[in-house]
């Protein structure tokens, strides 16, 4: 699993590296232009780590619900917050946990209440009418 996994972001990369390489079409020698092509590869793959992981931070801290509409972009060091939101959701909190993550030096934040006729989502189990999980047994079971 783990070998299958590497191999594919390998092969990722390379097909990024090979996009930047031939979309650059300036007069630079072909080290040049490969060493333009890896360092705009690594700055891809931060600006979409970095977004990935303050989308994390806002989904643990605010919950999937809160965030299900909510989507960020990252790039070099300012991120923007943009989507809907729950009424109930405070706007600052969401700025100062997205400024929690590091790299993040400045945040832009553009949400909408979420309209009323979007239902949050429904639990799967537990609560508000879902199935609710077994009971512990307080005893082993005899065979």
């Given amino acids: 699993m783990i070998k299958?996994?590497?191999?594919?972001?390998?092969?990722g990369a390379l097909v990024l590296f090979g996009y930047f390489y031939t979309?650059?079409?300036s007069e630079l020698s072909r080290t040049d232009?490969?060493?333009?092509?890896?360092?705009?590869?690594?700055?891809?793959?931060?600006?979409k780590g970095v977004a990935g992981l303050v989308g994390?931070?806002?989904?643990?801290?605010?919950?999937?619900?809160?965030?299900?509409?909510?989507h960020t972009h990252y790039d070099e060091g300012y991120v923007?917050?943009?989507?809907?939101?729950?009424?109930?959701?405070?706007?600052?909190?969401?700025?100062?946990?997205?400024?929690?993550v590091p790299g993040v030096s400045s945040v832009d934040l553009l949400v909408h209440a979420r309209p009323e006729h979007?239902?949050?989502l429904k639990?799967?189990?537990?609560?508000?009418?879902g199935e609710s999980l077994p009971e512990p047994l307080s005893?082993?079971?005899s065979p």
Avoid at 40 to 46: E, I, K, P, Y
Avoid at 56 to 70: E, I, M, Q, S, Y
């Fill in 23 to 25: 979309a650059n079409r």
């Fill in 56 to 70: 994390v931070r806002l989904k643990t801290k605010f919950g999937l619900d809160a965030t299900r509409f909510l």
């Fill in 139 to 141: 005893e082993p079971a």
């Fill in 80 to 100: 923007v917050v943009y989507g809907m939101v729950p009424a109930g959701v405070d706007q600052q909190s969401l700025i100062e946990e997205a400024a929690r």
């Fill in 33 to 47: 232009k490969a060493k333009q092509a890896a360092k705009d590869v690594g700055d891809a793959v931060r600006d």
């Fill in 118 to 120: 979007i239902v949050p």
């Fill in 4 to 11: 299958s996994s590497l191999a594919v972001a390998t092969i």
């Fill in 123 to 129: 639990p799967i189990v537990g609560e508000d009418g």
